[in-house]
């Protein structure tokens, strides 16, 4: 059983250990929906295992693992102290080390501080756009349980 604390960490963000876990969940979900008499038809009428992974599996949880993919690429995003301290270049840093820079930079420039920021968070935006389909499909997926 799932505690409320856990889903409460799972919603909020929560550490990067739980992060791992909401993916995990969501990934077990859609994968528990799958019904294996499918694969094991598909393996009577002579297809391969690679066949059935590439031609069924994958096809079928391609919300979930977009999903999956979407929240990785935003805590990427958003991270802020690993690339100051594996990164010597400010050209490789993240958009939020960026951020932090131009803030320290500009101290009294506020428009320009904001208009960086609304800049970066227009491209997450646009990303959403594109995979909004799937980003809610993959979490009704994820959420129901097999019965």
């Known amino acids: ?13 929560g550490d ?3 992060d791992l876990r909401c993916k995990q969940n969501s990934k ?5 929906k799958l019904d294996i008499k499918m694969g094991e038809s598909a393996h009577m009428d002579g297809a391969y295992s690679s066949e059935i992974i590439t031609n069924m599996i994958i096809p079928l949880s391609r919300p979930v693992l ?3 993919g979407l929240f990785a ?10 690339p100051l301290v594996a990164t010597n270049r ?3 840093r993240t958009i939020t080390a960026g951020l932090t820079v131009a803030q320290r930079t500009f101290e009294n420039e506020f428009t320009l501080v904001n208009t960086i920021t609304v800049m970066s968070a227009i491209i997450l935006l646009i990303i959403f756009i594109f995979v909004q389909k799937y980003f ?4 009704s997926i994820s959420s129901a349980l097999k019965e």
């Open 1 to 13: 059983m799932i505690s409320k604390e856990f889903l409460h960490r799972c919603r909020n963000g």
């Open 73 to 82: 690429f935003r805590k990427n995003w958003n991270s802020l102290l690993w």
């Open 66 to 68: 977009f999903v999956v």
């Open 28 to 32: 077990r979900g859609a994968f528990a």
């Open 16 to 18: 990067q250990y739980d």
């Open 90 to 92: 400010i050209s490789r």
């Open 136 to 139: 809610t499909e993959g979490l």
